[in-house]
């Protein structure tokens, strides 16, 4: 074994151009030789080379060229700058956001509508597809049931084969049928108002009031070819093309809160005649409660203009006004509550079709009705001109009965009903409903307990009854 250490040394030594210490192979050459290995004669002659003529191995690196100390080096965790996701992955290699090929990206959920590339080692964004399910657009020749991840009703969209009866969501009402975009003058209109007749014990008639909201579609053959909804007057217009249709007017909300209104639908024939318009009117009738009378009463610290607005819950409608209410009532009110120069508060009456939690109410004699309102509105926080207003109409107005029960409502169960909005908003206000029930004997039932009420600042007063039938 030293034997061929000594010579491996001494090769190594060759290869590199450097020559062997003489007294060196001197002393192991006999050793070798011995062996019968090698013997190594290192005397000059013509086919030696000499030390300094020797030619270095290409790969050789030259001794001042080899640095003092290591650079970086992958796997020491720190990604250097002649390194990257691919050539040290170790290093550099970040899951989710490094890549060498496309395939390295996470794939995103759009299936065969998107492919995502590997650029600069990093994954780019999805490029999205055209003419594909599943890139998130309903396309032509995509449907729902064709391509239900792309067409759906919510998706912002009015996709084929919706429309605002089926997709209202994403449908809005066309009042032109398509035809007569394209040729307006062979077409005509069709015009007319959606009223709804509802009882009111205050009044002999029903009150007959525009119905806002209301769905008017045109038809062909079963197929829709217009539609447009009535305005805050009840009013609709329609353009359409000549001939015969068929006109459908749908009650707004029809199962909320339940079957109030009558028919939820009424359809009737038209023709439409040339270059000639034609007037159809729809009446529905309202078979639900209705709040009678209820005043609003507004008293400004200083005179200043005020907005009132009403919020109606699904199947809750306006029926009378006074000013007339439109889309709201905006008036100029001195301290003392005169509204306008003229009126002494707001009035309206609404169909409230509700169910109103009836836990606690006062059982009132017939003979007692006017006694009984004198002494318990003030308790409520009316003021003598508000109560005096209360009494000179319901002492009368009430249909008769041996007994009444008066059912309390406040602001919390009157919000749920109609909203009541005032700008700007008062320091003070008291919203008082009662449903009255007419009874041939007083009802077992508990009194509620009367919130105190204090008017500070700005304030604001609201009654109003629900007779019960």
């Not at 996701?85 to 998107?114: A, K, L, N, T």
């Not at 806002?212 to 353009?239: F, H, M, R």
């Not at 409502?409 to 009903?417: E, F, G, H, R, W």
């Not at 009802?443 to 307990?449: A, G, H, K």
Request: contains cysteine.
């Amino acid at each position: 074994m030293r034997h061929r250490l000594c010579l491996s040394l001494i090769l190594v030594l060759a290869a590199c151009g450097a020559a062997p210490d003489r007294d060196f192979v001197d002393s192991i050459v006999p050793d070798i030789v011995g062996d019968g290995a090698v013997v190594i004669d290192n005397a000059p002659g013509e086919d030696s080379i000499p030390p300094e003529d020797a030619v270095p191995p290409e790969d050789a690196v030259p001794p001042e060229d080899v640095p003092s100390e290591l650079g970086p080096s992958c796997g020491d965790t720190v990604c250097g700058s002649d390194e990257d996701p691919c050539s040290c992955p170790e290093d550099c290699f970040i899951p989710g956001e490094s890549c060498c090929e496309d395939m390295d990206c996470p794939q995103p959920s759009c299936g065969p509508c998107c492919k995502v590339n590997c650029e600069n080692f990093l994954c780019a964004p999805p490029e999205w597809l055209g003419d594909c399910c599943w890139n998130q657009v309903c396309e032509p020749g995509e449907d729902a049931a064709s391509c239900p991840e792309d067409c759906f009703c919510g998706n912002g969209t009015c996709n084929p084969g919706e429309d605002e009866t089926s997709c209202a969501d994403d449908c809005e009402p066309d009042p032109v049928a398509p035809a007569c975009k394209q040729e307006p003058n062979s077409c005509g209109h069709v015009t007319g108002a959606a009223v709804v007749l509802a009882n009111s014990w205050g009044d002999e008639l029903p009150l007959e009031a525009p119905y806002p909201d209301c769905l008017i579609e045109a038809l062909v053959e079963d197929q829709l070819i217009a539609s447009t909804k009535t305005d805050i007057a009840g009013e609709y217009l329609l353009t359409l093309p000549l001939g015969t249709c068929t006109l459908r007017a749908t009650a707004p909300d029809p199962e909320e809160p339940g079957d109030s209104i009558w028919p939820a639908e009424i359809e009737v024939e038209i023709t439409i005649p040339a270059n000639g318009d034609v007037w159809q009117d729809f009446e529905f009738s309202y078979e639900g409660d209705v709040v009678d009378k209820p005043n609003i009463y507004l008293y400004p610290e200083t005179t200043q203009q005020i907005s009132v607005t009403l919020d109606f819950a699904p199947g809750n409608f306006l029926l009378v006004s006074e000013p007339e209410y439109l889309d709201g009532w905006t008036v100029t009110a001195d301290s003392d509550g005169l509204l306008d120069g003229e009126w002494g508060f707001l009035f309206y009456e609404a169909a409230v079709a509700q169910d109103f939690s009836l836990a606690a109410g006062f059982n009132v004699p017939a003979g007692e009705l006017t006694g009984w309102m004198e002494a318990t509105l003030p308790l409520y926080g009316l003021n003598p001109t508000e109560a005096l207003d209360f009494i000179q109409f319901w002492s009368v107005a009430l249909p008769p009965a041996p007994w009444y029960v008066f059912y309390p409502l406040l602001q919390s169960q009157i919000d749920q009903a109609v909203g009541l909005h005032i700008d700007p908003a008062p320091e003070s206000l008291l919203r008082l409903w009662f449903v009255v029930a007419p009874s041939p004997a007083p009802m077992p039932i508990d009194e509620p307990q009367i919130p105190p009420f204090q008017r500070q600042g700005f304030t604001a007063v609201e009654w109003g009854v629900i007779v019960l039938d």
